[in-house]
């Protein structure tokens, strides 16, 4: 009877008790993370938004992080305003080939598009820009051609992407994954309590269901423009048995109306966590990792660091 009282007194604690980034040391302000290991070495590569998509490597994933460079230093060739200030990189290996996806865009407009960079061995200035995707938005357009993360589900690349505009789209991809198929993009998640608050997805499959992470709330401008408290970015998770659609949150709600389980929130020093991915490491298991403002170093879009915690999975759902 006291353990059964103790363990719903517990249970609480623990679901809302998120930890606190792992440390990390060298190079750890960025944005956006997307990480990989190289096969040949086991080094870890880290890029992230800004600087034409900059990129650091370790021997750890707690550092320390050395700056290689920029992947495309003179930007992409896609002829958009922004293709020399790139975003949101999604790095994947793929017949022995690195695949870096990214942005064109300027903050706050629809005119966007997704473009690819490609390298044997991702050494610095072994990029080759393959431009456009073929994933192009205009202000014709019900989604925001950004933020794009690549998946393949049963033989087939899909890329998803998005965020305003009707947050979370997903198109299918060529067999070789650098091009759209041709057919239409659909929605897969969209919050109709504020528009504009879904991005930065990152699907992630586990035991029976296609893991859907996005990121939700206020990303940028937090020193000057911060919002009612729990409004700020977020990491939020929905699940599906498709990787394709029908994605819903712990209670059943469709993410595609307003649906989303947090993951990871504002806690402690640690605010607005997102621009998250998931990764599988050799040592520490199924890690999540993300951007996050340290509130003891500033609020500023360019303090933003690196964290990551462990996955643990309970009933089939993430927490850290
Ligand atoms: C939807 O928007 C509301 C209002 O901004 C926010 O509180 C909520 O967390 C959002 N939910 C998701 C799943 O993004």
């Not at 305003?164 to 919050?191: H, M, P, W």
């Not at 009612?228 to 993410?255: H, L, P, Q, W």
Request: with cysteine; glycine share 10%.
């Amino acid at each position: 009877m006291f353990q059964a009282l103790a363990t719903l007194l517990l249970l609480p604690a623990l679901a809302f008790g998120y930890a606190d980034p792992e440390s990390c040391s060298g190079e750890c302000v960025v944005s956006d993370p997307g990480l990989i290991r190289r096969v040949s070495d086991g080094k870890y590569f880290r890029f992230s938004t800004g600087n034409e998509i900059s990129y650091a490597s370790s021997d750890s994933l707690l550092g320390p992080w050395d700056v290689i460079g920029s992947v495309l230093p003179d930007g992409s060739k896609i002829d958009l305003a922004g293709n020399t200030d790139l975003w949101a990189p999604d790095v994947h290996y793929i017949e022995e080939t690195y695949y870096v996806f990214y942005s064109v865009s300027t903050f706050g407009s629809q005119s966007s598009a997704i473009g690819l960079a490609t390298s044997a061995t991702m050494e610095l200035d072994s990029w080759t820009d393959h431009g456009s995707v073929g994933v192009v938005s205009s202000s014709s357009k019900l989604y925001n051609a950004i933020d794009p993360n690549l998946i393949k589900a049963d033989g087939t690349f899909y890329l998803n992407f998005g965020s305003f505009y009707d947050d979370i789209y997903q198109v299918e991809l060529n067999s070789a994954g650098t091009k759209a198929s041709g057919s239409a993009a659909y929605n897969l998640a969209f919050n109709a309590t504020t528009d504009h608050s879904e991005e930065g997805s990152f699907m992630y499959q586990y035991g029976d269901y296609y893991y859907l992470f996005f990121s939700s709330g206020a990303c940028c401008s937090l020193d000057t423009d911060r919002p009612a408290a729990g409004e700020e970015y977020k990491i939020m998770v929905c699940r599906s048995t498709e990787a394709t659609g029908n994605f819903v949150d712990k209670d059943g709600v469709s993410c595609q109306a307003s649906g989303g389980t947090p993951v990871l929130e504002s806690h402690g020093t640690t605010y607005a966590p997102g621009g998250q991915g998931v990764f599988d490491d050799p040592e520490e298991g199924t890690v999540l990792y993300y951007h996050y403002i340290n509130t003891d170093i500033g609020y500023a879009d360019d303090d933003k660091q690196f964290g990551w915690n462990k996955i643990t999975w309970s009933s089939g759902w993430p927490s850290v």
